[in-house]
């Protein structure tokens, strides 16, 4: 058992203990780490939810080449052991010396340059978010930059200007003087995860495990069965940052390896449950187009690089945006005890608001996705107040098969239209087996008119809702054609 975590930051090995800590709890954030550091206060509290960047740091961790992958985080979100054996690096790191003059990273001299500088707020998570950039892209394109400054709330204005620095400042091969310094910490990086004792501490009421393997996962699961399972913590978390809960047991399954693993046969996609939503778009791209298209529109990046496909299935929210498009794909999910293991449909797992079929000492760990013909179409469509971060009012997922031009399968799931993502059981059986054509399409939002009794609240009225809806059926048509 370890009763400490370690991550490198400054060049060095640092080790937190809790037990006999005054200061941090074993749900203490990152950000709230680093704050309580007289030289780290570059990085802000904005919102403490995930929506304005203003806390974003980078991790560093070694990939599976063997060398460091860097990821953009909400500092806010993550609590302190999940960064155990990872190198935290902040907007303090960025600059060096040399020969006592103060040398700024690429990314700091262009964003200088082009005068993209804004308020000391957000600047520091704007830097983090192009350094980010920096180190993973050559040359990057206006959607990826686009995409990696989603997360960063507020630029009053200063759009273009941070732009050209993204642009201007990517135009090399990445190299800078954390390039040079890669060997060692990967060397220090080993050092941490050769451990794979579990990280165990009780601090008071609060009871926090941290699992290396999965059967020890597993283990915990049957152990502690009240516990809060989290992963990436982008909804859990939330709990602690907003509704001042405190969190008292926690299994944290983001050190499970074995989790985050994908694989494809000639059948099927298998996703494992622990990977990253950002990971699974990637590997979506070229695979599941509609996955990657709602990936592509989940949150922001620093969301993405922390949050899990099981997660997203495990917090079953009606507006939970994979879940819709799992029910069009047929997915399955792969649940397993200690020594046991079952897999059900999407359809069945999801029981409600809220609600999933998961045994008090089950993990899901695996979502397969059958693969589909050529004759089978799915898109995925989402419908919010902005086109980036923002979650869904109204998401669709479809999925036809067409013989001669009649419908010989169709499945038809919306998020936000009910307790939890559903199918429109009825206009499917309106729909099967008619002609794929506009006229049929008109009738069957007539049916679909009446199938749900959605709920009007801050985000839509009901209304609203089924108009959505509706028109979404009449746009895959046309998407169709
Ligand atoms: C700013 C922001 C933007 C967001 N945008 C979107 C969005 O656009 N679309 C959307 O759908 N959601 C969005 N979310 C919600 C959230 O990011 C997703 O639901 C995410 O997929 C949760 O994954 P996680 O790994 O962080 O889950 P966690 O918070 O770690 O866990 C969530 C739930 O899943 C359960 N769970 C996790 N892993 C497992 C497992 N392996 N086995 C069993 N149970 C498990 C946990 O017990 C918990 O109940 C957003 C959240 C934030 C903060
Ligand atoms: S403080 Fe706003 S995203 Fe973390
Ligand atoms: S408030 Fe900081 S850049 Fe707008």
């Known amino acids: 058992m370890q009763e400490t975590i370690r991550f490198v930051f400054d060049d060095r090995i640092v080790e937190v203990g809790f037990s006999d800590s005054s200061i941090f709890k074993p749900t203490s954030t990152v950000l709230t780490f680093l704050r309580s550091l007289p030289s780290f206060k570059g990085v ?58 103060r040398i700024l990273h690429p990314v700091q001299e262009m964003l200088i340059k082009t005068n993209g500088s804004q308020c000391g707020y957000c600047t520091p998570g704007v830097v983090m978010s192009l350094f980010g950039l920096f180190k993973t892209h050559q040359n990057p394109s206006r959607e990826t930059i686009e995409d990696f400054l989603t997360g960063n709330l507020c630029r009053c204005t200063g759009y273009q200007a941070i732009l050209e620095a993204a642009q201007k400042a990517c135009s090399g091969n990445g190299t800078d003087h954390f390039s040079q310094y890669e060997p060692g910490v990967i060397g220090m990086l080993k050092e941490i995860t050769g451990n794979t004792d579990t990280f165990e501490c009780t601090k008071g009421t609060q009871h926090y495990l941290k699992p290396f393997t999965l059967t020890e996962a597993l283990r915990l699961r049957k152990a502690f069965p009240a516990s809060v399972i989290i992963n990436g913590s982008t909804d859990v978390a939330l709990r602690q940052t907003k509704k001042k809960e405190l969190l008292t047991g926690i299994i944290d399954l983001s050190g499970v390896e074995e989790m985050c693993h994908y694989a494809e046969d000639q059948d099927a996609f298998v996703l494992g449950a622990g990977l990253s939503l950002e990971k699974v778009r990637l590997f979506a791209k070229e695979r599941l187009p509609a996955l990657h298209n709602i990936l592509k529109v989940f949150g922001s990046l620093q969301i993405r690089n922390m949050a899990t496909l099981g997660g997203n299935i495990g917090s079953a929210s009606p507006i939970g945006d994979t879940l819709p498009l799992l029910i069009a794909y047929k997915a399955k999910i792969r649940v397993c005890s200690h020594g046991a293991e079952r897999t059900i449909g999407i359809g069945d797992f999801i029981t409600g608001y809220r609600k999933i079929a998961l045994g008090d000492d089950e993990l899901i760990t695996e979502i397969i996705i059958p693969k589909t013909g050529p004759e089978t179409l799915v898109s995925s469509y989402k419908v919010s107040k902005r086109r980036d971060m923002d979650i869904s009012t109204v998401s669709a997922a479809f999925r036809i098969e067409l013989h001669k031009g009649t419908i010989s399968e169709i499945i038809l799931a919306y998020g936000g239209m009910a307790p939890a993502p559903v199918r429109a059981i009825k206009t499917e059986n309106f729909l099967n087996g008619k002609s794929w054509s506009r006229s049929t399409i008109e009738d069957a939002m007539s049916v679909l008119d009446k199938e749900f009794t959605p709920i009007s609240d801050a985000r839509a009225e009901a209304g609203y809702r089924n108009t959505v809806a509706k028109n979404l059926l009449m746009k895959f048509y046309l998407d169709s054609n």
């Open 44 to 101: 802000k509290e904005g919102c403490a939810e995930g929506d304005c960047g203003a806390c974003t740091v980078v991790l560093a961790e070694i990939g599976s080449q063997g060398k460091l992958v860097y990821r953009t985080i909400d500092s806010c979100l993550v609590f302190l052991p999940m960064i155990h054996g990872k190198q935290l690096i902040t907007v303090e790191h960025l600059a060096f010396y040399k020969e006592r003059h």
